[in-house]
């Protein structure tokens, strides 16, 4: 069973960084494409940003330029790299993967001053 595990989660004041991670479990050797959504509170979830099996990645229009997403297929492990982080980032943070239609259960990122 894959089961997603996400860490990295906190407050932080606006253009400051934080790091996501996602800890993938049950998939061994598996290297399928790997996401990032956020849920705002009152909002429905939204894709952030994803990277593919040859870890070509894609953005959000919100997040192109100040997040990077990358993998480490070693560890089985996907990262979020947030920089420069607004309040509108606040959310909570999911990893999915779709090919096994899987969600981790989140973690919270708070950007206020």
């Known amino acids: 069973q894959v089961q997603l595990v996400e860490s990295g989660g906190g407050s932080v004041q606006p253009g400051e960084s934080l790091m996501l991670a996602c800890a993938v479990s049950?998939?061994?050797?598996?290297?399928?494409?790997r996401g990032w959504y956020r849920q705002a509170p009152g909002k429905e979830r939204e894709w952030v940003a994803d990277?593919?099996?040859?870890?070509?990645?894609s953005y959000s229009p919100s997040v192109r330029g100040r997040f990077t997403i990358w993998r480490d297929n070693v560890k089985s492990i996907v990262y979020l790299t947030m920089n420069f982080v607004k309040p509108e980032d606040t959310a909570v943070y999911y990893c999915?993967?779709?090919?096994?239609?899987?969600w981790g259960q989140g973690t919270q990122v708070t950007v206020s001053s």
């Open positions: 999915h993967i779709d090919r096994y239609n899987v």
């Open positions: 990277i593919s099996r040859e870890g070509h990645p």
């Open positions: 049950g998939s061994s050797g598996d290297t399928s494409a």
